[in-house]
């Protein structure tokens, strides 16, 4: 007799069971392990591109800093601070050792290495609870490939003890070192320009840059305030000219009312265009917002505000300060003209110059600078950012367009000038101008755009603004102390403008 049981269906289903419980034990474990080590991976990558633009920033300024005679000690520190100010800002549990630097005597080449470790999240589930890895740069004397925003101060200030004459002739100088005759023009050094004074041009980058609104004419001259409240930013459009206006409203003046007219004056619904007023059409004014400080590209809730001139519409105050009184009698002639205040609307003829090593067209546009008006210096910081931000690519002509942050062998430069204070902000605006400036510098200064930044204070009062700790927005905003200079004469102006040409020309990376 058979003594031994047949395994039946049951007995069967069972085993198959078990043996898929058995596979799955196994395979699910290592394809999440697989998953988890693409995902680390990939996080790992980033965080080494975002350390190695730390490191490459750190030696040029390092090198920088030798060219002007600083000993190898205060380089190395310099360098060492520098790089670990960027990297502890990356977060995600990174830890780096301390940065490595040497110096090479015969070759001036200055080099900083660091080694570090970024926690893995996924792949600790296989037994690898972090990877590793090393950034190296060198950098050296030779031409590099850079991008250079100059921004200069063109407030009224300039026009006194012939500052804007003086300003001209320095930075045609610091053409001249950047982009010399004889050099090749091959793109290797792109030059870029903005100026401010209380607004600051668009230019024919209004249109990109601001959002419209297209409205008809007013009923009432409540309706008109409302819609001027409304839209103060955005481009206000006639819908049936297409012009710009400031508001539509009706009136009507007598003898002894708050307009002053000394007989009864009546008017229908009335417009005044921007074309009609001499005043600039494509002003702007600061972005706000959670945008304001960064190098966002325009768009749906990053617009930068139109330069409407600002209005009060309230009526029965004093003569000549009711604001849709006052246009009829006074005119749009000026700004601070009763309730009428158009410094918002109001910039120099000056628009910005997209990245261009056409050295004749810089040379012409700021020789043909004027100056007047306040000073807004955290609008031309902002604009000096967006001409080199690969972000606003699409804003600017195909040529312009600015190169990639951290690529190889590409750094970039803002250069700003300024002879005082930063006193002007529109009203929508949260913080002043000064605070506005000390935010877009922090920024800039940090990965991953990793600009630096040159200051040029040209007879700047020992009264200026200063911050907490005593340092003036130029000494605030310079990548590190060494990039900070100042200059009380045309002369001592046109030395700095070349020292600093120098610097830049000078600098190369090597990987």
């Known amino acids: 007799m058979n003594t031994f049981a047949k395994p039946g269906p049951r007995g069967f289903g069972k085993s198959e069971a078990a043996n898929v419980a058995m596979l799955a034990a196994f395979i699910i474990p290592a394809v999440l392990g697989l998953a988890g080590i693409a995902i680390d991976l990939q996080n790992t990558v980033r965080q080494k591109s975002k350390v190695q633009a730390a490191v490459d920033s750190a030696v040029l300024a390092g090198a920088l ?25 990356q977060g995600g549990g990174l830890a780096c050792d301390a940065m490595t630097v040497a110096f090479n005597t015969e070759n001036q080449d200055i080099s900083g290495s660091i080694h570090c470790v970024q926690p893995t999240y996924l792949t600790m589930l296989i037994g690898h609870d972090a990877l590793e890895f090393n950034v190296n740069a060198a950098s050296t004397y030779g031409i590099g490939v850079v991008d250079i925003a100059f921004i200069f101060d063109v407030s009224g200030s300039m026009n006194s003890y012939n500052r804007l004459p003086q300003l001209k002739t320095a930075a045609n100088a610091a053409f001249d070192e950047l982009l010399p005759d004889d ?15 209380n607004a600051l041009n668009a230019g024919p980058y209004l249109d990109a840059v601001t959002d419209s609104r297209t409205l008809s004419a007013d009923a009432s001259n409540s309706a008109a305030q409302s819609n001027y409240n409304a839209y103060n930013d955005e481009r206000m459009i006639d819908s ?37 007023t001499g005043l600039s059409s494509s002003c702007v004014y600061e972005r706000t917002g959670a945008d304001a400080a960064t190098d966002s590209a325009p768009g749906s809730g990053r617009w930068l505000g139109a330069g ?15 604001g849709w009184k006052n246009v009829e009698t006074s005119g749009a002639t000026g700004y601070s003209t009763g309730a009428y205040e158009g410094r918002h609307g109001l910039c120099q003829p000056s628009g910005p110059v997209p990245l261009t090593e056409d050295k004749a067209a810089l040379k012409a546009h700021v020789n043909g600078l004027v100056a007047e008006g306040g000073t807004a210096g955290h609008l031309g910081i902002a604009w000096g950012w967006y001409l080199i931000s690969p972000n606003w690519a699409g804003i600017w002509p195909e040529d312009s367009e600015p190169r990639a942050y951290g690529g ?6 803002v250069i700003l000038m300024t002879d005082g204070d930063f006193n002007i902000q529109h009203p929508s605006a949260s913080r002043t101008s000064f605070r506005q400036s000390m935010d877009l510098c922090d920024e800039m200064k940090s990965l991953p755009s990793n600009i630096q930044i040159f200051t040029v204070g040209f007879q700047v009062p020992s009264n200026v603004q200063r911050t907490g700790d005593g340092r003036t927005i130029l000494e605030y905003c310079a990548t590190s102390a060494g990039h900070a200079f100042s200059a009380d004469s045309g002369e001592e102006l046109i030395d700095v403008y070349r020292t600093i040409a120098r610097s830049i020309s000078d600098l190369r990376l090597k990987h």
């Not at 050099?183 to 004074?197: K, P, Q």
Request: some cysteine.
């Open 65 to 89: 800093q030798r060219q002007r005679g600083m000993s190898e000690d205060d380089v190395r520190a310099d360098v060492k601070r520098y790089a670990e100010s960027m990297i502890s800002q």
């Open 183 to 197: 050099a090749v023009l091959d793109g290797t050094v792109r030059i870029a320009i903005t100026s401010y004074n």
């Open 240 to 276: 049936a000219t297409g012009k710009r206006f400031f508001y539509y409203q009706t009136g009507t003046c007598t003898s002894g009312s708050p307009c002053g007219r000394n007989s009864s004056y009546t008017w229908n619904t009335r417009r005044y265009f921007f074309e009609d």
């Open 308 to 322: 409407n001139p600002r209005w009060n519409f309230s009526a029965g105050s004093t003569s000549r300060y009711d």
């Open 408 to 413: 190889q062998r590409t750094s970039k430069f």
